[in-house]
């Protein structure tokens, strides 16, 4: 029988023919070991400062937890605020905003000449409530007296001494004059008297200056009210 070898030549010639081909099998090894090595090294270094990242946020939330809670209670203690200075404006408060509306009554009760009485009269807590008067006179002579002698106060100076000053008219409107319809049950003889209606409002004088008038006549001091004045008011009614 006749036997064939068929290995190659250089397993035939050498002993060792698979060391290279086991060194390069090493070689790859070693090479895909260290590759992988390095890889899990780079995803350790990323855990690594993620991990500090999350522990500097804890320390950092922790130190921020006592300002945190004063921030809970922030809307009370502006709540608590608001009230103080609520209570610190009512105390300091000026002493002519406590008595505007006595000053405005005793103004009109000074001013008011005789002849002229009021029927009604509303006073606003505030100067943008302003006032609402009804009120008869024996004439419309009377009645434009009486609403000159107001509008005056516009132009009238400042006295330190007696803040009723210190509070003048304006924005003055009379809405008409007319005689009463029906009489009044308790003083049927006043039907026969003109009725009117003056609206307006009333001001603080800020500085010792006084303001002009609605007329835009110039400040100074309330003038008498001239007889002239009185019958030109009076021809316009």
Known sequence: MIKINLCPIDELESQYWY????????????????????????????????????????????????????????????????????????????????????????????????????????????????????????DNVLTAEFITAVRSTGSQELDQGDIRTAVYFDHLVLEGTQVALTAPPDFPELASYPEFTLKGTFQERQSAAAPEGESGEETGAAAPVSEVRVRRDAARL
């Open 19 to 138: 060391v290279p081909d086991l060194a390069m099998a090493l070689a790859i090894a070693l090479v895909s070991f260290f590759g992988v090595q390095y890889y899990l090294g780079s995803i350790q270094d990323q855990i690594d400062q993620t991990t500090a990242q999350m522990q500097s946020l804890t320390e950092n939330t922790d130190k921020l937890k006592p300002d945190l809670e004063r921030f809970k209670n922030l809307s009370k203690n502006i709540g608590e605020l608001n009230q103080k200075l609520t209570a610190l404006k009512a105390i300091t408060v000026s002493k002519i905003a406590k008595y505007e509306p006595v000053i405005v009554l005793e103004h009109f009760q000074n001013l008011k000449p005789e002849g002229v009485w009021l029927t009604s009269l509303k006073i606003g807590v505030t100067q943008a409530d302003g006032f609402e008067m009804k009120g008869q006179a024996l």
